[in-house]
């Protein structure tokens, strides 16, 4: 099971993103938990994510996610502005999966 963490300000406006990539996962059949929290929640989540996405409209918590995820081996990105206002499921999938160490 690959987990990826969506952040986002308050953990609202990423949910319908990831209703949209679950059902992508769903329909390809890949073993994948998309879920989403509130910048202030992350430290509560880092024992169940493989993955860190970040919305773009919190895209100054990179540095500070890439020095707290980097040493466990997690990768951090901002999720590509254009996927994400257009709530585009598949692309932000695609762009986190293309982000997992072979």
Do not use: H, W
Not at 30 to 43: C, I, T
Not at 68 to 88: A, F, H, L, Q, R
């Amino acid at each position: 099971m690959l987990n990826i963490m969506l952040v986002c300000s308050a953990g609202m406006s990423t949910s319908l993103l990831v209703s949209k990539m679950n059902k992508v996962a769903e329909s390809r059949d890949l073993d994948v938990k998309v879920f989403a929290v509130a910048e202030a929640d992350v430290k509560n989540n880092l024992d169940k994510v493989d993955i860190v996405l970040l919305g773009p409209q919190v895209r100054y918590l990179l540095p500070r996610m890439k020095e707290m995820m980097e040493p466990k081996g997690i990768p951090v990105e901002v999720v590509d502005t254009i996927s994400y206002g257009t709530m585009n499921g598949e692309a932000v999938l695609n762009q986190a999966l293309s982000m997992v160490k072979e």
